[in-house]
Structure formats: C-alpha cells, structure tokens
C-alpha cells in the first residue's frame, strides 16, 4: 500500500494510508499495540485541528494570527490569558507575589508591566520560576476553550504564544507553526511599534527562542520578511494544506 501524507495528524496517529472513504491510521494505543483504523472522510471533517502558533518578538505572529482568525480560526492568545490570570487569579498571583513582590502591581490591581519585564527579561532564574507558575494555568484555560471551541465546530484552533511549547503542550498540538523575521525587520517593527530603543529589544529577543530553536520545533515555517500579500499567500496555503487531505 503506497504511504499517503496528509496535512495533519490527529495525537497519537502516525503512518497514513490512503482509502477511497476516507484515510486509514496506524494508531499507536496506550498499551503500545498498533492497530489500523479507517477515519471516514466525513468524520475528518468534524476533527478540529490543534495548531501552536509561535515567533519571536517583531515577527509578525499576531499578524498572521489575525488572518488565521479572518479564515475562521479559533484562537487562544496564551500571552494574554497568562496577564489576565497574573491579575486576576488568586492562587496564580499569591503564588507569583512571593518571587516578584508586592510591587508587581499597581494599586488599582492591574500588573507593573514594567516591573514584571525587568525582572523577567533581566534574570532567566527568576523568568524559570515565574513560567512554572503561570503556564499550567495556562495550560488549563487552553484545554477548556479547546473543547469548548470544538464543541461549536470550529475546524482549527490556535494556541498563540512567544515562546515555544513545552514538551507537554506539543502533545497536545496537532501542528506548530513557527512565524520568523530578519533581525533588523524585526528590531524596526519593533521600535515603531513599542517606542523601545535597540538595547530593550535586542535584550527581549535574547530572552527568547533563537531561530534554530523554531525551525527544530516548527512542523511549518512562515518566512515574514517580505510584503503583506507575500505573507497572506503563505497563510492561505497553510490553510489550504491542513484542512485538505493530499497524496505525495
């Protein structure tokens, strides 16, 4: 049976084979037996696909978020449900006070963005610490809008964030895309956008990722260092390609 690659694989599948009603599955079960099932076609229409979507700072993620969510894409902005749940969530905040302070907020209850960023960008021991408060919560609220996002039929839904998902996360992503820039593209970007001067972004870029850490981790790659209509075009072909089944 000739082998068939497909746009996406549901977790724990791998090894597709073709069928005239749909794709047959090696699936890989908890007791490691492998069995092979048939997914009708009309039931790989109600599938959601799961998608990370990560990038550095000035990469132009949250562009290409926007276009995803203009095809009809659900999205999870895991960036900020982390900064609502540092503000809001109790057992989140009394966790982190007791590694930034007090002064971590302001008086009317909304985070020192300020504060916060100098100490995280500032000390990865500190950065280490506070991630591994906040990203299980993170994690929580993701899973819950997920299966509420499936619940409505969404067919993809987006897991943004700027840092690459930890070895738990990807298990349970069907895809991660990884959107990248030049590095002048992106201290430009960056400096129009936020008033930053070249240290502050030079020193939130090497906080994160470098550009071999994406690609390793990335299942598809966004290069956003040309036109708007060059980026839309790479966009819907990654659309195209999860949602429709193709030979190789």
């Known amino acids: ?9 549901p977790r724990q599948a791998v090894a597709p084979g073709p069928s005239k ?6 699936v890989v079960g908890p ?6 099932i048939l997914i009708p076609q009309i ?17 132009g993620k949250s562009t290409v978020r926007d276009l995803l969510a ?41 985070l020192n963005k300020t504060l916060i960023a100098d100490r995280i960008f500032g000390d990865a021991e500190v950065r280490d ?13 993701f899973e819950d809008d997920a299966r509420a996002a499936q619940k409505r ?11 690459l998902p930890s070895s738990d996360q990807r298990k ?17 970007r960056v400096q129009a956008r936020d008033g930053m001067t070249v240290a502050q972004v030079e020193e939130r870029m090497q906080s994160q990722p470098s550009e071999s850490a994406y690609l390793a981790a990335a299942d598809d790659v966004i290069r956003n260092g040309g036109t708007r209509a060059q980026l839309e075009q790479r966009v819907d072909e990654l659309w195209e390609a999860w949602l429709t089944p193709h030979a190789t």
């Open 21 to 26: 009603g749909g794709i047959i599955r090696r």
């Open 70 to 110: 203009r095809k009809g894409a659900g999205i999870f902005d895991a960036d900020k449900v982390a900064r609502r749940l540092m503000q809001e969530d109790a057992t989140v905040r009394a966790a982190l006070e007791q590694v930034l302070g007090p002064k971590a907020w302001l008086a009317d209850g909304t």
């Open 153 to 163: 039929g969404v067919r993809v839904f987006i897991r943004e964030a700027a840092l």
């Open 129 to 141: 610490v506070v991630n591994g408060i906040v990203h299980p919560a993170v994690q929580a609220a």
């Open 31 to 36: 007791d490691n037996v492998t069995s092979r």
């Open 172 to 188: 349970r992503l069907d895809r991660v895309v990884a959107v990248l820039a030049p590095r002048a593209v992106r201290l430009e």
């Open 43 to 59: 039931i790989l229409s109600r599938i959601m696909l799961r998608v990370g979507l990560t990038g550095g700072i000035g990469s």
């Open 1 to 9: 049976m000739a082998v068939v690659r497909v746009a996406w694989a």
